[in-house]
């Protein structure tokens, strides 16, 4: 079967901003699946990444989103809060990387959702996760390379690397999509969807698994020495 056909009856909302969800949700416009970007009415920030003169016309933006459809609405006003609850009804997945509680305060949450919509599937990635002492943390990929130990596989004797491009953000969208593939197999079972807490920091200590095991020597290691 064709790799890009594979999600094409699956209806995804992608209610992200720079990369870790809308790469996740481009990864799943790649299966095929109906992607409808929502974003608010000033647009995505990442219109704006590194533009060169073309404000709104970033190569960054146009590939993360290609293979999207776009709109805008206004999540904070009674008319685009009825609009995406509208489309809500029709979605067998919500992606979103809003900070924890912003969907709460917006009474669109998973709970308010779900009586909507049973079968939706609600991923929501987030540095470090839905619960838990650093949830409203504000931190860069950087910072989750760091406290994962992944600085000290680079680098020389002197002073650590700085990874490029960002490692969390792109395995944080790989385990959204590993987990909404995987609730969606559920599903055709259940009938039911689910709720699916992504953080950044712990998809990238998934990949340090074996690292920090046996921590290398800035400047002794496979990648380093």
């Not at 904070?76 to 900070?99: C, P, Q």
Request: aromatic residues 8%.
């Amino acid at each position: 079967m064709d790799a890009g056909k594979l999600l094409t009856d699956v209806r995804v909302l992608d209610l992200g901003q720079y990369l870790p969800g809308p790469f996740a949700a481009r990864i799943l416009a790649d299966m095929g699946a109906d992607v409808v970007k929502v974003e608010p009415p000033q647009g995505d920030p990442g219109r704006y990444f590194d533009a060169e003169g073309r404000p709104g016309e970033s190569p960054f933006y146009g590939l993360i989103n290609a293979g999207k459809r776009i709109i805008n609405l206004d999540l904070k006003a009674a008319e685009g809060r009825d609009a995406f609850l509208a489309l809500i009804d029709h979605a067998d997945v919500l992606l979103e990387s809003l900070r924890p509680g912003v969907l709460d305060r917006l009474e669109l949450d998973y709970r308010r959702l779900k009586e909507r919509n049973p079968r939706l599937v609600h991923c929501a990635l987030s540095g470090y996760g839905q619960t838990g002492p650093w949830r409203l943390v504000a931190d860069h990929d950087i910072g989750y390379v760091a406290l994962t130990g992944m600085l000290s596989a680079l680098g020389t004797h002197d002073y650590p690397a700085i990874p490029y491009p960002p490692m969390a953000d792109h395995a944080g969208s790989s385990q959204a999509v590993v987990g909404i593939l995987g609730a969606l197999f559920s599903r055709s079972r259940s009938g039911e969807g689910c709720y699916l807490d992504v953080s950044l920091m712990e998809s990238l200590l998934y990949v340090q698994a074996i690292p920090l095991q046996v921590p290398p020597q800035l400047g002794a290691g496979v990648l380093n020495g």
